[in-house]
Every structure is written in C-alpha cells, then in structure tokens.
C-alpha cells in the first residue's frame, strides 16, 4: 500500500510566523491529497486539499503545493494564530480509495 | 445532522472481554473506514469496505473484526481484549472515485484495564 511520511513531527512558532509541513507518498497512482486538522479530543477534519491535477491551492491563510514528480506535498500556513494550534495530518489517496495518514505534525503557536 | 456517528463515545473493559463499536454514516457513501489512533497520535487504517466488500485490511490481529449489515453501518468487534488494544478508534466514511474527503465519526477512547 501507500507510505505516507511527514515531517516535523512537531513545530512550535511564534504568533504571525508562518508554519509548513512537509509530506512525501511512495505511490505515484496517488491523485488525491487532503490535509486534516485535529484539535484534541476532536475529529480530524479536512481543511485544504489538493489534486493530481493542481501545483498549488489557497485558501486565505491556508495554502497546499503538490509536486507530482517528486511526490511530495507541502501545507502552509502564514500569519499563525494560538487557535492555528493542534495536530495537523497529510494523507494521500489513489485508486480504490484508501485513505493512507501521514504520521502526525503537532503545531503549537506561541502567543 | 451528525453525519458520522459512533457509539459509545468511551469504553473501559478488562481484558479478555468482548466488545463492540458501531458506526453509521447519513451521507450516502460507499466507503467506510476504521482507524487506530494510538497515544502518539498515529492514524493507522484498520479496514475499509467498500460496498460491504472488505477492500484492505492491514496487519490487524484477527481479533479484530469488521462487520457492516448495509453500506451505512461498519461496526468494529473486538474479541479477547489487550491492554495494548486501548486507543481511540474513528469511524470514517468517503464516496468511491470521487476524491473527495473522508468525513470522521467523533471516536470512540476504549480503555483496557
């Protein structure tokens, strides 16, 4: 199956600073590519994604970047606030759906 | 609407017992999912069905077993509970070829003691 790796495993930045978390997939069928936030004690839940067919997707502070050809993708998030802070997860999707999770960046931002 | 919903929310059960998640989905997806996560937060796929047909099952002990009556409902049974078993488990549910998201039940933290 796919392997998902992710990296840093934990990020702490000073309010306002920017964040990124870096993801790398082994299977290049993958053409899905959602990034999930989870607050604790919380659902994980979607908030950028991305597909094979798009370099790159913003949305307001939140923006993905995908390289098909290295098969890696990036989340980035600028001007951070205390409430940007919880466990962020990439993951990668191909044929047949299956929902592979990277292991995990918590991001703490300090105010 | 809760569109993913699993129960109970907790479970605290010694070892050796069995026991059971449920999990049903409101959205008209043809995909379920179970995941692990641990205490360091790894998300690890248990199983996923698709149209009632198991698609993937990792390296789950066989102790561990899915059950879905209709395409809604992926309950989780659990035979002979371990202390390593204890977690929180998700419930998640997508639609085939869509490449949309994965939308998560609530979880449920089962505690083996």
């Known amino acids: 199956g796919e392997n998902v790796e992710q990296h840093p495993s934990t990020l702490s930045v000073q309010e306002g600073d920017s964040a990124v978390i870096k993801c790398t997939y082994s299977?290049?069928?993958?053409?899905?590519f959602p990034w999930y936030k989870q607050e604790l004690g919380k659902r994980p839940q979607l908030i950028i994604d991305?597909?094979?067919?798009?370099g790159e997707k913003k949305d307001q502070r939140i923006a993905v970047t995908l390289n098909k050809t290295a098969k890696h993708f990036s989340l980035h998030i600028t001007e951070t606030q205390p409430e940007d802070s919880a466990v962020y997860f990439c993951?990668?999707?191909?044929?047949?759906?299956?929902?592979?999770f990277g292991t995990g960046t918590s991001l703490t931002v300090i105010p | 609407d809760t569109a993913v919903s699993q129960t109970p929310k907790y479970l605290v059960t010694q070892m050796g017992n069995d026991k059971s998640i449920k999990c049903e989905q409101n959205l008209g997806h043809d995909t379920m999912y179970w995941y692990k996560q641990d205490s360091k937060k790894f998300l690890k796929i248990m199983f996923s069905y698709n149209n009632k047909e198991l698609i993937i099952n990792e390296t789950v002990p066989n102790r561990f077993s899915p059950k879905s009556p209709d395409k809604a409902h992926l309950n989780l049974h659990i035979n002979s509970l371990e202390l390593g078993d204890s977690a929180v488990y998700f419930c998640?549910?997508?639609?085939?070829?869509?490449?949309?998201?994965?939308?998560f039940g609530q979880g449920t933290r089962l505690t083996v003691v």
């Open positions: 991305i597909r094979s067919n798009v």
């Open positions: 998640a549910s997508s639609q085939l070829e869509a490449n949309t998201e994965a939308f």
């Open positions: 993951a990668a999707i191909g044929p047949g759906n299956q929902f592979y």
């Open positions: 299977d290049s069928a993958s053409n899905y």
